[in-house]
C-alpha cells in the first residue's frame, strides 16, 4: 500500500523547503503550484477560460498570462479569486490524480501531494497523513517579502487570502516548526518519516 502524504502550510512557510528534503529521500512529491502553472499555458483550457474571464489586460505580449497582474488582481478580491480558482483547481486536481497512479503502479511506498489549500479547498480526504509546515507569522511576512520582493501590504494580502496557518496546525497529523534553522526542519521531518515507517 502507498501511503499518500498531504504537505502544506501558508504561504512562504517552508513546503518547497521541505519538499526538496523528501525528494533528496527518494520521496516523490507532486507539486500544486507547479501543476497550476502548467494547466494554465497558453492554449489550454484553462487559459482560454481564464482570458475570457479576466480579459486580455492579464496577458503578457507573448500571450503567456502575467502572473503578478492576475495575482494583484485576485490578491485583492476574494469573488475573483474564487473565480480563478474554479477555473484552476479542477484541472490541477485531474492531474495530480493521474501522476498519483502513475507513481502507485510503479510501487512507489509514499507519496506527497503538495498542496497549500489543502485545508481551504477540503482535500483532507485525498490524502492519509498530513504535516503542516509551520512559521511564526513574523517570519513568514519577512521571508514572503524577502522572497517575492513585495511590500508589507502584498505580502498580508496574500497571507490573508489563506486559513491562518495557527488553524492549520490544529489538523495536522504532523507538524513541522520551520522557524529554526534548515537542519533543524530536517531533523524534524526525518522523525516524522521515521515514526510513519518511511524513513
Ligand atoms: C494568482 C496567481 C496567478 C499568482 O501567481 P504567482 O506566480 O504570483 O504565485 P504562485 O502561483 O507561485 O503561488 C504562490 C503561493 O501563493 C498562494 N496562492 C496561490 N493561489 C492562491 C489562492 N487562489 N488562494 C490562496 N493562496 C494562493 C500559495 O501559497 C502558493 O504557494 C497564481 O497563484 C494562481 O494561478 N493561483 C490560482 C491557482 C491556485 O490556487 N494555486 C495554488 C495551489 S493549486
Ligand atoms: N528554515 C529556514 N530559515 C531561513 N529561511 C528559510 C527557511 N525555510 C525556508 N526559508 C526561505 O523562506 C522562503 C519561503 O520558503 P519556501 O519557498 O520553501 O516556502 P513555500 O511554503 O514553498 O512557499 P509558497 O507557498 O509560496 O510555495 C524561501 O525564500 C526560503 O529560502
Redesign the pocket.
Known amino acids: 500500500m502507498t501511503m499518500i502524504i498531504g504537505l502544506t502550510g ?2 512562504a512557510s517552508g ?1 518547497s523547503t521541505v519538499s526538496e528534503m523528501l525528494k533528496k529521500r527518494g520521496i516523490p512529491v507532486i507539486d ?2 507547479l501543476i ?2 502548467e494547466v ?1 499555458e497558453v492554449g489550454k483550457k484553462a487559459y482560454t477560460e481564464i482570458v475570457n474571464a479576466f480579459g486580455k489586460e492579464i496577458l503578457n505580449e507573448d500571450l503567456t ?1 502575467n ?2 497582474r ?2 494583484s488582481i ?2 485583492q478580491n476574494e469573488d475573483k ?1 474564487e473565480k ?2 474554479s477555473i ?2 479542477p484541472e ?1 486536481r485531474l492531474e495530480m490524480k493521474r501522476r498519483q497512479e502513475q507513481l502507485i503502479s510503479e510501487g512507489a511506498k509514499a507519496v506527497v501531494l503538495d ?3 489543502l485545508f ?1 479547498s477540503n482535500l483532507k480526504h485525498l490524502v492519509d497523513k498530513v504535516i503542516v509546515v509551520y512559521t511564526g507569522e513574523k517570519n513568514q511576512l519577512e521571508r514572503l517579502m524577502k522572497r517575492n520582493n513585495f511590500s508589507k501590504k502584498e505580502a498580508l494580502s ?1 497571507i490573508n ?2 486559513m491562518p496557518l495557527k488553524e492549520k496546525v490544529k489538523f495536522a497529523d504532523a507538524v513541522i516548526n520551520n522557524d529554526g534553522t534548515l537542519e533543524e526542519t530536517e531533523q524534524q521531518l526525518e522523525n516524522i518519516l521515521m515514526n510513519w515507517g518511511i524513513g
Open positions: 501558508g504561504i513546503k500544486a503550484d497550476a502553472r494554465v498570462i502572473r503578478a492576475l495575482g485576485v490578491f479569486r480563478l480558482n484552476v483547481h490541477v498542496i497549500p489549500l481551504e496574500r487570502a489563506q
